[in-house]
């Protein structure tokens, strides 16, 4: 190396070590450290966003290289079940949303409440640095005109799995005997003891007075699912799991709070751990006879339900002089947005092939199908309940709906045509940004497409928008976009799973038709098995990488996401074969089908071998629940016409294709992205300094916790791999193939091969997604596929024994791809017609037509008529006109009332019978804002109370 | 004096029974300009008040002044409504989706009353509207709904006097030119809470509860029949006198 290109490495260096410096000072918020050295790492509403106000993780250090203090995995957040009729959506869920705003210091405050069912909710969080715990205040008030009974499950996961150095269990209660009940103050959970080696510390949750105060806890249930009714469990995987339940009762106007605490220890010893236990059990007990209530108002103390007086009182309270807890000040809750669609056409779990089929038969328009998603998004996929899967919406989805319409009018057709499809944000597009669900990306506009998003402009999909990722698409347990943590969408406190998590939730909460993801280890697996959809993490090859940010430089794949095995088939037709850019792609147009619809056969699974390895049917976390119900779908390979043939060491065989000796050299991630540096000139041009791997992986622009330390950055990055090099990565890629092929041929105890090996998806319940720490969110199940090249397809299989989606998958040869499609299809087949295959997330169910909101008038009895006058307001409130005349609709109108100045009456809009009228003055239609009246006159001779739901229709429609 | 200290009574007991969770009342003053019906060949002429919804809600209408003109005959009630243009109006819609209270008058130059209205929020809103009847008890056509010359909705618990609408009337042709008839709505001074409040119990304990006007209607057509208006007193020996309603 030359002298000066020495110089300028080092100018570099220094200069990226003094910015990444002073980034992180200004950066690093959401932790707060206490006396003990530990980092609090405190859910707020900085990125990402996933605002709980729970504690995700607490570690000796910031950044992610710290070690982690205790076990807890998202702990300190709120389940609320109203109980309300008709129930409120994410009833019984974990709160978010607030808006926690971090004062620098030590405290997180509301700045927007939570809304749920009439209940007004808020939170305040406090960490006291100097005595090591952290305290919630949570107040409820009922903005309704009737009482309100509600139940506040405070808790959340303390650890992780059955045993081992990850796990924890309720060692005490403030009673004494380790089992939890309305008669303790405090819980203690503490983490199994390994001799000298440092362990996570204990962690004592105080719950408040215990009984016979009135207010006390009312019952411990169970963290991980049906909290509210499933009592406590105190071994096991679930174990980890605690839901501290009060039960509150709100008059009308009323406040409530709750208050708890939760007393953390350094990390222990066998030595140590019984003194750090004494000292954080006297605290606790400390806090329960007399809580500490600095920087409350004295409102708020006065709305403490679950502490008794004597104790508030002997914090140096008067309780007796309290005000009205009425008076407690809680931010406004934004205003929901309506459930409502401007299109009339609905894609609530529509597939690909049924939008196509009514696009070509004319019931429908890309138009009305993109709008339909557009507001299903609005509604469902955004504000604080969000699933928050997509990042960035195209400005211009109406009018690339609308060039599809016009291209089908004038004869075009094709598999995805005018339908929707969500990129994953670390596919180039060239009309939106495209950031690896990083800030340090965050603005960045490639020139040019991704291959596989040019592919799809040119079928003249709609490209809907940029699904979000975990950034940088690295760990597979948490899509953790900053722009918004994206959520389960079956259940909603749930993770989605990452990295390709917002490409799932926006096809499996119908926001989507369809979406392209990636996987370098399991991120298509994983969230399409969280989502109930399917996947193929293709051959090698089988689709090009050209554009597409890496993680892992030969073993990413980017690959669709589908609700269907024919949408998917939909999807590969168009983007996999060969790109000209992307030499792994050479041989893919000679393995692949003119038609992969050719080979959706129910008969695909007859007469084949199905392997079968009991070893990987088993849950690390210790649960059977879920592998139990993936063994029982394995009934529909057999109802196809396949065998299961038992394979791998238990009949002589191995687990695992037997990798071939590897003698390769080179840093694939750094030739990576030095390819995609190469590649996209306009990064530097755009202003963003990333000149390697290293500049990629030590932004201190990443989300705090996932943040390098500057000082480990400052390294040289790895030299650029030689093209011998990668010429050797490849050729040991294609030696991998053959290994795995040799596995598969002499697979079974008779040594006869098999045509595909089948393994389960999940293996566990998905855990909350406040949680994270370098823990695993689920029981993971990776075929070899990745590893080896090859193929895998995942597709649905019903639910798990707790109302959880759960996929299986196939491994096959490399380039099996379409024979695995097909083997997918045969078996959704016979799992759909048992009920078992795909199932509908309930979460985001269908929006009500109605490009307007209406106002009613109240009635005025009008003698000189004889009839009852009422006035009804249509604004039209969405971008696009309605086509006149515009007609009200009323449907179950009350028996006791007829609509004098009726129309006529519904005959084909279902529901049908009830009167409609056509509103004066809308002949030409409504303008987007413009908004008409309408008298109505009902004849009511006994003059009972007059109801009716109302639709407003455009005048296209026959009522 | 009398009437105004029975409005008082009636109001306090509005925010009695008012529902707890009401955070206000809406209050206004209401203006007509009565000229045009002096000597109108459609007279006698009522007023009619009404309150139609599913409720919780109560108004006290009160101090009337007829600007030279009275109240006659009888009050006629339906749902939950009590009293006169005496003694003053209360309608109530807790019991009845249909409240109304109607009571001829002779008009003088203008007509002005009080009201005083809960604002609890429903579904669809609860309407309080006021009326003109003729002598057909038909309502004069106006350019409010349903012929109303004032229509409050209850459309939220935070009212202001903006929410008042006001119309005019409409030429009917035939000699029954009302378009001079024009409603207004002003402030009034807020009220001394605690005293109506106190007056109001004083006047829920002086309250002698009357047979409910289950007949009112019939009894209205019966005088009707007997041309009894114009006199001050119904012809029907179970119409009640109006001082009969005075203390609710």
New interface residues.
């Given amino acids: 190396m030359v002298p000066f290109a020495r110089t300028q490495i080092g100018i570099r260096l220094l200069a990226t070590f003094l910015c990444l410096s002073l980034a992180r000072s200004v950066l690093a918020f959401t932790y707060v450290v206490d006396a003990n050295g530990t980092y609090w790492g405190v859910q707020d509403a900085a990125p990402p966003r996933v605002d709980t106000g729970s504690i995700r993780a607490t570690q000796a250090g910031a950044g992610n290289n710290g070690a982690f203090s205790t076990t807890l995995n998202g702990f300190g957040g709120i389940m609320v079940l109203v109980d309300a009729t008709p129930a409120p959506r994410f009833n019984g869920e974990l709160m978010r949303g607030f808006g926690l705003r971090f004062d620098g210091v030590d405290r997180f405050t509301t700045t927007q409440s939570v809304s749920l069912g009439g209940v007004t909710i808020s939170r305040s969080v406090y960490v006291n640095r100097g005595a090591n715990w952290t305290r919630w205040l949570d107040t409820f008030t009922n903005t309704t005109n009737a009482p309100l009974t509600i139940k506040v499950a405070f808790g959340g996961q303390s650890g992780m799995g059955a045993s081992g150095g990850n796990s924890s269990a309720i060692v005490n209660t403030s009673s004494g005997d380790a089992l939890v009940t309305s008669g303790d103050s405090w819980v203690e959970v503490a983490t199994p003891l390994s001799g000298n080696t440092l362990v996570g510390g204990p962690q004592v949750t105080v719950i408040g007075s215990p009984a016979p105060f009135t207010g006390t806890m009312t019952f411990a249930g169970n963290g991980l699912y049906n909290t509210f009714s499933n009592p406590l469990t105190y071994s096991g995987h679930e174990g980890n799991f605690q839901g501290y339940v009060n039960t509150l009762t709100l008059p009308p106007g009323g406040t409530r709070s709750l208050l708890h605490y939760l007393v953390l220890g350094p990390r222990v010893t066998s030595a140590t751990s019984a003194s750090v236990r004494a000292t954080v059990e006297a605290a606790a007990s400390g806090l329960a006879a007399m809580p500490q209530l600095a920087g409350f108002t004295p409102a708020e103390i006065c709305s403490i339900a679950n502490f008794d007086l004597t104790s508030i009182s002997s914090s140096g309270v008067d309780y007796t002089a309290c005000t009205d807890p009425g008076d407690v000040v809680q931010p406004p809750a934004p205003a929901a947005r309506a459930p409502k669609t401007s299109s009339i056409y609905d894609v609530l779990e529509k597939t690909i092939g049924q939008l196509r089929a009514d696009m070509e038969s004319g019931v429908t328009t890309s138009q009305a199908i993109t709008r339909a998603y557009l507001d299903r998004i609005a509604v469902y996929d955004q504000g604080q309940f969000g699933f928050n899967s997509f990042e960035y919406i195209a400005t211009d989805a109406m009018a690339q709906a609308e060039a599809a319409d016009a291209a089908r009018a004038a004869g075009a057709k094709g598999p995805l045509l005018g339908i929707p499809i969500a990129i994953k944000n670390l596919y180039d597009t060239k009309d939106m940004p495209t950031t690896n669900g990083s800030l340090t990306f965050e603005g960045f506009r490639p020139l040019h497409d991704a291959f596989q998003v040019a592919r799809l402009r040119e079928a003249g999909a709609v490209l809907l928008g940029k699904a979000a990722l975990e950034e940088y698409a690295t760990s597979g347990n948490y899509s953790n976009d900053p722009w918004g943590q994206v959520w389960n969408a079956f259940n909603p406190s749930k993770s989605a799973i990452a990295s390709s998590g917002g490409s799932a939730v926006a096809v499996a909460a119908s926001l989507a038709a369809a979406a392209l993801g990636s996987q370098t280890g399991d991120s298509l697996y994983g969230p399409a098995s969280a989502a109930s959809l399917v996947t193929l993490r293709g051959t090698d090859g089988l689709e090009s990488g050209s554009g597409i940010m890496p993680l892992s430089w030969l073993t990413d794949f980017g690959g669709a996401m589908a609700r269907s095995v024919s949408d998917l088939a939909d999807m590969l037709n168009v983007v996999a074969g060969t790109d000209p850019d992307d030499p792994t792609t050479a041989p893919a147009d000679e393995h692949i089908p003119a038609d992969w619809r050719s080979g959706l056969d129910i008969h695909a699974l007859e007469g084949k071998r199905i392997g079968y390895i009991p070893s990987v049917w088993v849950d690390p976390f210790g649960t059977t629940g879920t592998t139990d119900a993936e063994n029982a779908a394995l009934q529909y390979l057999v109802a196809a016409g396949a065998t299961i043939v038992e394979m791998g060491s238990t009949v002589g065989g191995t687990n695992t294709p037997t990798a071939p000796p590897d003698n390769t050299t080179g840093n694939t991630t750094q030739e990576g992205w030095m390819q995609y540096i190469d590649h996209h000139p306009e990064l530097a041009a755009q202003g963003f300094q990333i000149f390697s791997a290293v500049d990629v992986s030590c932004s201190q622009k990443k989300i705090a916790y996932t943040r390098a330390d500057p000082s480990a950055c400052l390294v040289a990055p790895a030299p650029r791999m030689t093209q011998a090099e990668i010429d050797a990565k490849r050729a040991q890629r294609v030696l991998r193939q053959a290994a795995a092929k040799t596995w598969m041929d002499t697979a079974g105890a008779d040594h006869q091969g098999v045509d595909a090996i089948v393994y389960p998806g999940l293996l566990s319940d998905i855990s909350f997604n406040d949680g994270g720490g370098g823990r695993a969110s689920f029981g993971r199940r990776d075929t070899p596929g990745a590893t080896n090249g090859i193929p895998t397809v995942v597709f649905p299989a019903g639910y798990n024994d707790h109302g959880q989606p759960i996929d299986i998958q196939l491994l096959g040869r490399a380039w099996d791809d379409a024979k695995l499609v097909g083997m997918a299809y045969a078996f959704e087949y016979y799992a759909n017609a048992a009920g078992q295959g795909h199932v509908a997330a309930s979460t985001a169910p269908v929006l009500t037509y109605g490009q307007t909101e209406t106002i009613r008038s109240g009635f005025v009895r009008d003698r000189r008529t004889s009839t009852y006058a009422q006035e009804v307001t249509i604004q039209n409130t969405s971008p696009d006109p309605i086509a006149g005349p515009v007609l009200l609709l009323l449907d179950n109108l009350s028996a006791n009332a007829t609509l004098t100045n009726r129309t006529g009456i519904v005959a084909n809009a279902a529901p049908t019978g009830g009167p409609y009228i056509s509103v004066p003055g809308t002949a030409v239609g409504l303008a987007p804002g413009a908004s008409v009246s309408v008298a109505l006159q009902f004849s009511n001779p006994t003059n009972a109370a007059i109801t009716y739901s109302m639709r407003v229709l455009p005048g296209t429609i026959v009522p | 004096m009398r009437a105004t200290f029975v409005t008082a009574c009636l109001t306090g007991l509005l925010i009695l029974t008012a ?3 009401a955070a206000s009342t809406l209050e206004f003053k209401v203006v007509v300009n009565t000229t045009p019906l002096i000597g109108n060949p459609a007279g006698p002429f009522a007023l ?1 008040f ?1 309150l ?3 409720g919780p809600n109560t108004v006290a209408i009160g101090g009337f002044d007829f600007g030279g003109g009275r109240p006659l005959g009888t009050a006629f009630a ?2 939950g409504a009590t009293g006169n243009l005496a003694a003053g109006i209360v309608l109530n819609d807790t019991s ?3 409240t ?1 209270l109607f009571q001829q008058f002779i008009p003088g130059t203008s007509l002005s009353f009080s009201v005083s209205m809960t604002t ?1 929020v429903t579904p ?6 006021f ?1 003109i ?1 003729d002598d057909n ?5 106006t350019t ?5 010359l004032v ?1 409050v ?3 939220s618990s935070a009212l202001t006097l903006s929410n008042v609408q006001t119309f005019r009337g409409l030429n009917a042709g035939a000699g029954r030119n009302y378009s001079n008839v024009i409603a207004q709505a002003l402030p009034v001074p807020e009220p001394a809470t605690l005293v109506l409040v106190a007056t109001g119990v004083i006047g829920a304990v002086a309250r002698r509860r009357r047979p409910f006007f289950l007949q009112a209607e019939r009894r209205w057509m019966r005088a009707r029949r007997s041309r009894s208006f114009g006199s001050d007193s119904p012809s029907s020996a179970n119409a009640p006198r109006s001082g009969d309603q005075e203390s609710l």
């Fill in positions: 529902h707890s969770s009619d009404q139609n919804g599913a339906f749902g009845a989706f249909f109304e609890n669809t809103p609860d309407a309080f509207a009326s009847l008890l038909f309502t004069i056509p409010g709904l349903g012929d109303a229509l909705n209850i459309t």
